[in-house]
């Protein structure tokens, strides 16, 4: 019988179907796949960054890039438009968020939480837009 | 019909099954012993002949239209009620519209108040600490890099050369979009390119447009050299 911890959730995938304006999104999925509003995802680089073994030379795994993240604001039955809702250190309200914008800080997402992310190389030129077609994964509430 | 006056009501009769079964029963036992009481005078050969053969069949007949006969005080009020409800739905839909028109009225009131109450704070935020806005006016993707466009102001203010950094940002929700670097000056404007943390959404907008000169809700926002690190 599986218990709590080894339980799988399934987390909604999807592609970008659409770009509709600057903070707006569509991807190909909707309620008929389990899609709320205010649910949040993931916009993946097409190709995840392979980790090697400095000691061994080979491949460790794989970790997905993101370029940015959104949130579902207009869900229908197959597809939902989704908004990008912050990108990186930016905290509180907007009168806080622009004051953070106007003085030195660093530009680091919020999510990026341990050194070894700092390490990665950033995303190449070609990844580093959305592209209709890039992936994207739901975000768990407490990502 | 205004949004404030109340919906109508037209609920369901409930039927009285308990009622409907004591008259059931009785009427049955009236029936039955006025049967009785008359069966001497109809019990001739013929007669007695054509109840054996047909008195199951009368029962299974009679008894249903007896309950329904009982039932049909409870079946009209049903099909008035349903009439009722039928004939107000058109009222109930303009009177359901109009009361979400004023919803999303009060909530559009609500959200330009805001709107307009950040924008004020926002200005005057970005006067007190003396910064300088720019307008954004295109936007090209090119060879992989993001460029804008920032139109000159005339008269005074801080003229922009090259090597300025600027941060731009959304103006709906103060949402940073990425650092630029002043790259030309222009007779009309400014060229910046895009150094680092450019909205990818944004970058990805532009790519598939190819060149956009409209854009409304973003402003660039100069930072003095020594305090941007971004």
Known sequence: MANASTEQIKLVEGVVAAILTERELVINRGYNDGVVAGMKFRVLSEQPFEVIDPQTQRSLGFIDREKVRVEASVVKERLSICRTYRRVGVKGNAVMSLVDLLGPYSEIPETLKTDQFLHLPSLSESESYVRIGDRVVQLLPNE | ?230
């Open chain 2, 1 to 230: 019909m205004r949004p404030s006056d109340p919906l109508p009501e037209y609920k369901w009769p409930k039927p009285h099954w308990k009622a409907y079964l004591v008259a059931f029963i009785t009427f049955a036992l009236l029936g039955g012993f006025t049967i009785l009481g008359a069966l001497p005078a109809i019990l001739d050969d013929a007669g007695s002949q054509w109840l054996r053969k047909n008195g199951v069949t009368l029962v299974l007949i009679y008894l249903p239209l007896a309950a329904l006969a009982l039932a049909l005080p409870w079946l009209v009020s049903v099909l008035r009620i349903a009439y009722k409800r039928i004939t107000s739905y058109p009222n109930l839909y303009t009177q359901t519209q109009a009361r979400i028109a004023e919803f999303d009225r009060q909530a559009g009131i609500t959200e330009a108040q805001m709107q307009a109450a950040r924008k004020e704070i926002s200005a005057l935020v970005l006067q007190v600490v003396g910064a300088s806005t720019f307008e954004i006016s295109g936007q090209r993707f090119d060879a992989g890099k993001l460029y804008i466009s920032l139109r000159k102001r005339r008269g005074r203010g801080y003229k922009l050369s090259v090597g300025d950094i600027l941060r731009v940002r959304h103006t709906e929700d103060d949402m940073f979009m990425g650092t630029f670097e002043v790259t030309q000056v222009r007779n009309t404007d400014y060229i910046a390119l895009g150094i680092s943390n450019v909205d990818a959404l944004w970058a990805g907008r532009v790519r598939e447009r190819g060149e956009i000169t409209l854009v409304p809700n973003m402003e660039a926002i100069y930072i003095p050299k020594g305090e941007a690190n971004g």
